[in-house]
């Protein structure tokens, strides 16, 4: 069935480098793309979204790139610090604001 | 702002029991989501409520069924529970209309069946 995955389900990065999160998605008419942090015990927070007649989209320290030929969306966070050791999902919403979820990749970020 | 809320936090049940949990929405949403997320996995659409009724649906059996009452607040009934509803559940709230709608997720509960 339709899905969302992530390549990497693991990734760890050195303290004031950038983390780069992959998503692939199996659905050519998904138009709407968000990314989502998870802490340990909370519930997923909102990072930032992006729309599929757009390639880019930039928030604080935080930047979606999608390429549709691919079907490949990313997540770049920059300087990446400690607090953003989370686990990240990348989702895809269908009609009727049905999101459907990935796995999750975990980042580790290293003092 | 509230942002939203769930209730209990966490949850111990037997097989065969039935759990009934509970959602506030964020301030100015009217509609509700509800997700099961399994132990190192992303959360699973269960259904989503909007004017008090089931919009969508995902893959889970009938045991799973809710309720939204007019204040926009839900709740996820599951019957007979099995080991495998073992789970942490979540609500997320968005407002209709809203183009990217948006969803803000609580902070879930978590329900252990034994």
């Known amino acids: 069935g339709e899905s969302v995955g992530l390549h990497l389900p693991t990734l760890s990065v050195q303290e004031g480098d950038n983390s780069i999160i992959n998503c692939a998605y199996s659905n050519s008419a998904s138009d709407y793309f968000i990314w989502y942090k998870q802490e340990s015990g909370k519930g997923p927070q909102f990072i930032i979204d992006i729309r599929s007649n757009m390639d880019k989209r930039q928030g604080q320290r935080v930047t979606v790139l999608l390429n549709k030929t691919v079907k490949h969306l990313s997540l770049q966070i920059a300087a990446t610090q400690p607090g953003d050791s989370a686990v990240y999902f990348c989702a895809e919403k269908t009609s009727y604001d049905k999101v459907i979820f990935g796995p999750g990749t975990s980042l580790s970020v290293i003092p | ?114």
Do not use: M
């Open chain 2, 1 to 114: 702002d509230a942002g939203v809320t769930q209730s209990p936090t966490h949850l111990i049940k037997t097989r065969g029991q039935q759990v009934t949990l509970r959602c506030s929405p964020k301030s100015g949403h009217d509609t509700v989501s509800w997700y099961q997320q399994a132990l190192g996995q992303g959360p699973q659409f269960i259904f989503q409520y909007y004017e008090e009724e089931e919009r969508q649906r995902g893959n889970f059996p009938d045991r799973f069924s809710g309720h939204q009452f007019p204040n926009y607040s839900s709740e996820l009934n599951v019957n007979a529970l099995w080991l495998g509803d073992s789970a942490l559940y979540l609500c997320a709230s968005s407002k209709q209309g809203d183009y990217t709608d948006t969803q803000y997720f609580g902070p879930g509960t978590r329900l252990t069946v034994l």
